[in-house]
């Protein structure tokens, strides 16, 4: 009798636990203040972005415990109408444990992440990011924001810790990889004015607001090398600095495309002492300067 007493306790709370889930979800599509929602969530995000203006189109309640926005407009404050971040579609899914899955599409591609968040300490944790297949030929904003043009498809993966009260002082890591792209160069070097790239993998960590690149590569059509670096975030955009250090190689498709890189390479090569050619990036993304050497 007691079994079957317990069985039925059992069975109840579950009802209850459900009938509260169902009746939490219908007040929510009932009232969920979707407009007030979207422009407090905007307005934290410009807080927290200081020179960020940030536009959503709609946020929308889905049984059971699901937000969606579309068309997230993120851009510089000084140039609203020209956005250089466009989220498709991204929705959070939650659970009891303050957990919540995120998801959502952007220029082509697709991303994911399991956030968590501690209450009283306002911190918060992406685990398992994957962006995939970020088509930069559609990122038209970033074309625009770096002044030249871009293809080619980007994949990155890692994981993030930082606090409510500071995104951009949190600390990231992780690897990203671009594939079958192009960069146009902005000052031609000899008689090249883009290069392009087969593959590039780097490995990255970003600790207040400072991303460093570790050892990381490339196979172009023009050149193989490796690089390393330091990108320090700032806002707006084009003025973040940056520098890049690294060594290349002239493939052989480049020399015997353009003979004249065989004789450069060569006395370069002598100039430095090394079998492969040293180079240096810097500057700020706006207007970066190449040269070869350290």
Not at 212 to 217: A, E, R
Request: charged share 20%; net charge positive; aromatic share 12%.
């Amino acid at each position: 009798m007691n079994e079957v007493a317990s069985r039925n306790r059992i069975l109840l709370y579950i009802l209850y636990f459900l009938y509260g889930c169902i009746l939490t979800s219908i007040l929510l599509v009932v009232f969920f203040p979707a407009d007030k929602f979207r422009l407090y969530l905007a307005l934290k995000v410009e807080k927290e972005f200081q020179g960020i203006a940030c536009r959503i189109e709609s946020a929308e309640y889905h049984f059971p415990l699901t937000i969606r926005f579309k068309n997230i407009h993120l851009s510089e404050i000084h140039r609203p109408e020209h956005a250089f971040i466009v989220i498709n579609d991204l929705s959070i899914t939650g659970n009891l444990r303050r957990q919540f899955k995120i998801s959502g599409h952007l220029y082509g591609g697709e991303f994911q992440s399991r956030l968590s968040i501690t209450q009283h300490s306002g911190s918060l944790r992406l685990a398992d990011i994957r962006i995939h297949h970020i088509n930069l030929e559609k990122w038209t904003e970033l074309r625009s924001c770096l002044g030249r043009d871009l293809s080619g498809y980007l994949d990155i993966a890692g994981s993030y810790s930082g606090n409510l009260k500071g995104l951009l002082d949190g600390e990231a890591k992780g690897s990203a990889m671009l594939h079958d792209g192009s960069v146009e160069l902005l000052q031609p070097i000899l008689s090249l004015t883009e290069v392009n790239v087969r593959r590039s993998e780097v490995k990255f960590t970003l600790q207040q607001r400072v991303v460093t690149l570790g050892k990381s590569s490339f196979n172009g059509l023009e050149f193989d090398g490796t690089f390393r670096g330091m990108f320090h975030i700032a806002f707006p955009f084009d003025k973040s600095m940056f520098e890049i250090t690294g060594n290349v190689s002239p493939t052989p498709s480049l020399i015997r495309t353009y003979w004249q890189w065989k004789n450069a390479a060569d006395m370069l090569k002598r100039r430095y002492k090394q079998s492969t050619l040293p180079f240096v990036v810097n500057g700020t993304l706006g207007s970066p300067r190449f040269r070869f050497g350290g």
